[in-house]
T-cell receptor, first 114, second 117 residues
Framework: DTGVSQNPRHKITKRGQNVTFRCDPI?????LYWYRQTLGQGPEFLTYFQNEAQLEKSRLLSDRFSAERPKGSFSTLEIQRTEQGDSAMYLCASSLKKNTGELFFGEGSRLTVL | AQSVTQLGSHVSVSEGALVLLRCNYSSSVPPYLFWYVQYPNQGLQLLLK??????LVKGINGFEAEFKKSETSFHLTKPSAHMSDAAEYFCAVSDTTGGTSYGKLTFGQGTILTVHP
């Protein structure tokens, strides 16, 4: 039984570089979510997918951010031209379509932009 | 817009003492409410949830929470703290449309619980 898996767990990059995070959800879950968590704050919603369709994006998701879920299984979150303000923990979660809002979270990918 | 306020970013209790973590929310529609717990170096995991029905809900590890609509509160309690309860706790509210949620959660800022021997 595997939970939500995220890679890499830690990423240190220089300002201006591009980074990509991967999320593998629980296999039978067709909804996938990305959240961002900064120090001392709760997670903030970024975007979510139902199967391969991206159904909502937060205004927090600037045009430097792009998320995909090409085959309705794993998802990637890419940040282009990283800025120091992008430093955060990026959380992925998944759930069943018919759910009451219970999400299953991965351990997160921590990004540090120098 | 929905919001969640957790009163107290840090709560410290002695082992065996009552745990009370406070959460107030605002929502324009009937909310679904959640408490998640995050242990060090682990992902968030669901502690308990309120959707409909009984307003006192029980979760894992002896925690419970009561939905009080009149007070817009969903406080988390545990009668007797254990050392293993030390973690960060997040209250969250979910959008509901037609009585269902699609999983977009608004979280509070979190409360770090410390348990002293």
């Amino acid at each position: 039984d595997t939970g939500v898996s995220q890679n890499p767990r830690h990423k240190i990059t220089k300002r201006g570089q591009n980074v990509t995070f991967r999320c593998d959800p629980i296999s039978e879950h067709n909804r996938l979510y990305w959240y961002r968590q900064t120090l001392g704050q709760g997670p903030e919603f970024l975007t979510y997918f139902q199967n391969e369709a991206q159904l909502e994006k937060s205004r927090l998701l600037s045009d430097r951010f792009s998320a995909e879920r090409p085959k309705g299984s794993f998802s990637t979150l890419e940040i282009q031209r990283t800025e120091q303000g992008d430093s955060a923990m990026y959380l992925c979660a998944s759930s069943l379509k018919k759910n009451t809002g219970e999400l299953f979270f991965g351990e997160g990918s921590r990004l540090t932009v120098l | 817009a929905q919001s969640v306020t957790q009163l107290g970013s840090h709560v410290s209790v002695s082992e065996g003492a009552l745990v009370l973590l406070r959460c107030n929310y605002s929502s324009s529609v009937p909310p679904y409410l959640f408490w998640y717990v995050q242990y060090p170096n682990q992902g968030l995991q669901l502690l308990l949830k309120y959707t409909t029905g009984a307003t006192l809900v029980k979760g894992i590890n002896g925690f419970e929470a009561e939905f009080k609509k009149s007070e817009t509160s969903f406080h988390l309690t545990k009668p007797s703290a254990h050392m293993s309860d030390a973690a960060e706790y997040f209250c969250a509210v979910s959008d509901t449309t037609g009585g269902t949620s699609y999983g977009k959660l608004t979280f509070g800022q979190g409360t770090i619980l410390t348990v002293h021997p």
